[in-house]
């Protein structure tokens, strides 16, 4: 089966400094894999150059056959913004600390890019986004303002918001780093229940390691811009073969 | 012919440098006028906000009524106000004297402001420190305040400098004879205004932008930790 | 004369004053958005020409400005009665400071809002204006009252191109009269009123604006 997300020997520097060094990674179609490593190791910024937030400088990059380049496309991203559109398409993300649009209401939030963007008929959008709503358990917050919600509540709704526009790759970034220790659950078990979605596939970068092996097909562990070790889960947290996976681990687990 | 200075009008280059030199002249009134009026407006304000801060509630009060009048009303009127009244009451002034006033009076209150913001924004903390280690009011000011004022009111003072530069234009209507006013006075003898108001506006642009410019470059510079007086 | 005879005059000056001061705000508030966010296009050119425009405006004297496009610009033959000159003159003052004003608002928008948009795949154009301005725009309205008040002050100048405004009609009782104390108290008092008015109206757009829970900061002084 071919690869819905494929980066060939992508660096990535910001300045000086090189966060991806020939970077390869390639994710099936529906697979849900964890990236988790130590700070700094470069997680984030496969995400946000999978999101288009961040340009690279070499190598090559697709997702859902889509190259992130044109051929003769200019500019940081090497593309223009029509092409740049053509690849969001496929592609959503939730953000470490929610990023609501703190003017709209909840079901605004997550109606507004549905029918600006995709020029979908609003009654639609809107029974879609209360079904969403109601999957993440918010339903009695659709009229509500961001500022009214707990931090745990709007990473749900940003989830729901992300939803709304039908991606085939889901991109979260440390989900739940942001929340107090008592909210973590809440928004854990929207993200579980959409692990069991075959069609979805899913990058999260998580510190929460339980969770991780729980939910994912495959971890993979971050070091200075490299996969160091990837594998099954149950393999990956119970028999990790890098000393400096097994540094790692032992010192997260020992928090 | 002004100053000894003749100015030649066959073609508006021509025209605009030989009139440079007369500019000139109107230029070191502008600029004086401005650092007399900014120097007012620098004491006046600092009185101003040391008043505000008066725990006599009918001194604060009023003193933040007068700002706030002042703050809210024409420079020309004020202007106005002083040239014309002030003689009134025996007070004659020359209309240089009369300008910079005006122009440090409204600016008091601006300047005002910016030192109460200043100080205001030394955390309570910083106070109470100084007294927990038993130290005076005046040292307290020296050594913990003012040092800690500077790198927030120097950029904004600096900003209110270069607007009250722009002011300074003003006074030519009192007679004063600042750049304006000499540009005024050629065009009314050449019949020409476009080159000499022209160039007062070329003369002006790069001064500001310069000044705007350092303005910025030393805000940046300023430690926000702020710098000892000694 | 006594104070009660100057008020006709002055009340007529006032008008002249408040129609000045309004029309040159509405068409300086326009000037300021379409500068501003020239200002931060990413089109060269455009952000070129705004950057020169503020650049001049922000930079000279108003009366400079307003002798010039009097006096020196009907030397090259355009020219307009007084009052267009002055509301013209005015409003692209106002514009230049407040082109800075919109484009400080925008700016200061966070980048994880823009960055959302962008994850949503929501045009540039379309951040704009319905994610970034409805956010910026309760920032720039006390900016805008402080420019609003500055541009009501600066109205007093266009008295010296021949408009009838408070400025002048105070000018011209003096002249009559020689009463200056009670005239230009007076006058400095319509300012005032007048100031504090526009004062009034801005922080309560400012509150409309801020009203509900989508703002929940209190309105700052
Ligand atoms: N905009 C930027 N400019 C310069 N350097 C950056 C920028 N963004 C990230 N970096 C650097 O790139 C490296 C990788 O950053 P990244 O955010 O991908 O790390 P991470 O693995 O997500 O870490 P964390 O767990 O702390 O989120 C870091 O050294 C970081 O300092
Ligand atoms: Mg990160």
Redesign the pocket.
Known sequence: MTSIIRFQNVTKR??A?T?LDDFNFDVRPGEKVTLI??????????L?ILMTLEPFQEGHLELAGISYHEPNGRGAFKASEKHLHKIRCNVGMVFQSFNLFPHMTVLRNIVEAPVAVLKMKRAEVESRAIDLLRMVGLLDKKDHYPSQLSGGQQQRVAIARALAMRPRVLLF??PTSALDPQLVGEVLGVIRALASEHDLTMLL?THEMRFAREVSDRVCF?DK?RIVEQGDPDRFFGNPEQPRTREFLSSILND | MMYGYVWDTTTPLTFAISILPILGIGLMVTLKAAAVGFAIALVLGLVLALMRRSRIKAISWSVACFTEFVRDTPLLVQLFFLYYVLPDFGIVLPAFMTGALALGLQYSAYTSEVYRGGIDAVQRGQWEAATALNMSKLLTYRDVVIPQMIPRIVPALGNYLVSMLKETPVLSVVTVLDMLGLANMIGERTFDYLVPLSMVGLIFLPMTLICSAIIHTVEKALPKSGIPLR | MTWTQYLAPLLKGAQVTVTISLASIAIGAILAFAAGIARISSNRILSGIAFAYVALFRGTPLLVQLFWFYYALPLIGISFDPVTTGIVTLALLTGAFGAEVVRGALVAVPLAQHEAARALNFSRTYTLWHISMPQAIIEMMPPFGNLAVQNLKDTALVSLISIADLTFQAQSLRNITLDSATIYTMTLLGYFIIALFLMFVLRFVEMKLRRGPAFPRSAHS
């Not at chain 1, 130590?38 to 910024?45: D, I, L, M």
């Open positions: 910001f300045g400094l966060v490593g130590p700070s700094g190791s470069g997680k984030s910024t496969v946000r970034d440390e970068v971050f811009g």
